[in-house]
C-alpha cells in the first residue's frame, strides 16, 4: 500500500478563495482524521470519521470548514472562503478503527492563502 | 481545549545525553498513550506506544514512563543522537479518538 495519499502538496490561494484538500486512506483502514498543524497550536484535530460517518467535528475552527468523506476510499476538506489565518500545514491520517492501533499520517497540504 | 498538555516546548541536548520530554492529560477515558515522530517536511510517525496497564516501555533507547494516578507520561531518549533531531508530539487516545500535544522540538548537538 502507497500509505495515506494526499494533495495538493501545496497550495497557494488568495483569500476569499475556496481551497479543496484531498486524502485518500489506507485501504482498509476505517478511522480516517484531519488535522492541522501551525507553530502556534502544534497538531489539532479538526474531525474524524468512523466508516465514512463524522463522529466528531467538535474541532473545525468555524462555518467556513466542511469535511465530506463519500465514501471509504476519499476524504475532502473544504474552506470557503479561505482567509489567511487558515495558513497551516494539514495532515489526514487513517487507522484501523481499534483504539490502540497506529495512526498512519499523509505528507500534509501546506496551505498558504496570501 | 488541550486534552494533552506536552513540555517543553523546545529542548536542546548534546549527543550522548538523555532527552526527557513530558505530557500530562485530563480525561481517564483515555487508553493508548502513543509518542510520534516527526522530521521536516513530513507526517508524523509512530515511535513508540504503551498501554495504561504497565508503567513502563522501553524499546532500543526509546523508554516512555506512565504515571496512571498522576495522569502524566514521559519520553526518554538514552544516548541522544544528532539524528533524533525532529519534533516529537505525545497522543491520548480511546476509540478511534487521538488527541495530541502541542509537541517538542528537540535538537541534538553533535
Known amino acids: 500500500d502507497a500509505g495515506v495519499i494526499q494533495s495538493p502538496r501545496h497550495e497557494v490561494t488568495e483569500m476569499g478563495q475556496e481551497v479543496t484538500l484531498r486524502c485518500k486512506p489506507i485501504?482498509?483502514?476505517?478511522?480516517l482524521f484531519w488535522y492541522r498543524q501551525t507553530m502556534m497550536r502544534g497538531l489539532e484535530l479538526l474531525i474524524y470519521f468512523n466508516n465514512n460517518v463524522p463522529i466528531d467535528d467538535s474541532g473545525m475552527p468555524e462555518d467556513r470548514f466542511s469535511a465530506k468523506m463519500p465514501n471509504a476510499s476519499f476524504s475532502t476538506l473544504k474552506i470557503q472562503p479561505s482567509e489567511p489565518r487558515d495558513s497551516a500545514v494539514y495532515f489526514c491520517?487513517?487507522?484501523?478503527?481499534?483504539?490502540?492501533?497506529?495512526?498512519?499520517f499523509g505528507q500534509g497540504t501546506r496551505l498558504t492563502v496570501v | 481545549q488541550q486534552q494533552v498538555k506536552q513540555s517543553p516546548q523546545s529542548l536542546i541536548v548534546q549527543k550522548g545525553g538523555i532527552s526527557i520530554i513530558n505530557c500530562a492529560y485530563e480525561?481517564?477515558?483515555?487508553?493508548?498513550f502513543p509518542w510520534y515522530q516527526q522530521f521536516p517536511g513530513k507526517g508524523p510517525a509512530l515511535l513508540i506506544a504503551i498501554r495504561p496497564d504497565v508503567s513502563e516501555k522501553k524499546e532500543g533507547r526509546f523508554t516512555i514512563s506512565f504515571n496512571k494516578s498522576a495522569k502524566q507520561f514521559s519520553l526518554h531518549i538514552m544516548d541522544s543522537q544528532p539524528g533524533d533531531s525532529a519534533t516529537y508530539f505525545c497522543?491520548?487516545?480511546?476509540?478511534?479518538?487521538?488527541?495530541f500535544g502541542a509537541g517538542t522540538r528537540l535538537t541534538v548537538k553533535p
Open positions: 480525561n481517564t477515558a483515555f487508553d493508548y
Open positions: 485501504s482498509g483502514h476505517n478511522s
Open positions: 491520517a487513517s487507522s484501523s478503527g481499534r483504539t490502540d492501533t497506529e495512526a498512519f
Open positions: 497522543a491520548a487516545s480511546r476509540v478511534r479518538d487521538m488527541r
